[in-house]
């Protein structure tokens, strides 16, 4: 999972401090169980004695080297004979006297060789689930929560159906797409009027699809645009506020239309669009502006995409925030 630079370096924090706990917690609990039973601390002491005689009789050149090993050896298996009564007796195990690390697969790293341990996969998770909750808001986002009894069920002769209905096919396939996403799945376009849902469904997308563990980023388009002016025009070192929307499982882009388009703009919405869909990654765009407007504000270029390579919804019905107001 791509999870941008700002999320993978929380979670390693948050690892670290976790590690550290652990591993004061494994030596607390080590050193009561020496407190409590002074004899074990006392044959591990002489143990680590007895393998420093040997490397010292392995080296001697006086006396006989072999007649010491044997004793040593003798003593060895004394102190252990010694060691696993008294841990019988107490009801501990070898591995008891020894600090368990806080995961078995990587030790505490977040990495197993070059890949990310599941730990700090997790850790990624709900650092992103974070991240999002606090761009989302109200966190009401839900499936669940969604109301089709808003919609209009008159039937609509330019829909060929009824407003309701549309939305219902809407719901279900995009509770399906979330239950169900991959990196094979498609790219979706949600057009109509204001307060119509397209918001509300992109939001719980993305509530679904980060709890399953795949790299979510969401952006209001003016925040997004907003990222790659300052990688543009303010440059951080060997930083760029705009990796993540190229890098992450699932692009989620809400109001297209609603920032103030420029040449600039427009190119960089080009290339990110572009970039993602050459290299298979699915993005979400929600827009107010009618199909027929969205030419005439970008290009022939971005329309081609988004009309052509994207799976269409639309959006249909009485603004669903007046209706609640009234």
């Known amino acids: ?19 550290e706990q652990n591993d004061r917690g494994e030596r607390a609990r080590i050193a009561a169980i020496y407190e409590k039973e002074p004899k074990l601390g006392q044959i591990e002491r002489e143990l680590r004695k007895t393998a420093a005689h040997v490397l010292a009789v392995t080296f001697r050149k006086q006396g006989d080297p072999v007649e010491a090993m044997q004793q040593l050896k003798k003593d060895n298996q004394a102190l252990q004979q010694q060691k696993a009564w008294l ?39 709900q650092e992103q689930k974070k991240e999002l909750a606090a761009l989302l808001g109200s966190g009401r986002e839900s499936f669940d929560r969604f109301r089709l009894d808003v919609y209009p069920d008159r039937y609509d002769n330019e829909l060929k159906t009824s407003p309701r209905a549309l939305m219902e096919r809407t719901y279900r396939d995009t509770l399906s797409y979330a239950q169900n996403f991959s990196m094979q799945a ?4 949600f057009v109509g009027a204001t307060g119509l849902g397209k918001t509300f469904l992109s939001a719980c997308i993305a509530r679904v699809v980060a709890e399953r563990g795949f790299s979510v980023s969401y952006a209001p388009v003016g925040r997004m645009l907003a990222a790659f002016e300052d990688d543009k025009f303010r440059p951080l070192p060997d930083t760029s506020r705009a990796a993540e929307y190229f890098s992450c499982d699932l692009l989620i882009i809400d109001d297209l239309g609603t920032e103030m388009t420029t040449q600039f703009t427009v190119s960089a919405l080009y290339q990110l669009i572009n970039t993602r869909l050459l290299e298979s990654k699915p993005t979400i765009v929600s827009t107010n502006l009618t199909l027929n407007a969205i030419e005439p504000r970008y290009s022939a270029q971005i329309a081609s995409r988004l009309l052509g390579a994207y ?13 609640r107001q009234k």
């Open 186 to 189: 498609p790219s979706l376009l």
């Open 87 to 125: 841990l019988e007796a107490e009801g501990l195990e070898e591995a008891d006297l020894t600090p368990q690390p806080i995961c078995p697969k990587c030790g505490g790293t977040g990495y197993v060789g070059a890949a990310m341990c599941e730990c700090l996969t997790e850790l990624c998770r």
């Open 311 to 323: 799976r269409l919804y639309k959006f249909c019905g009485d603004d669903i925030r007046f209706l």
């Open 1 to 19: 999972m791509a999870y941008s630079d700002a999320v993978v370096r929380r979670a390693r924090a948050r690892l670290e401090t976790e590690k």
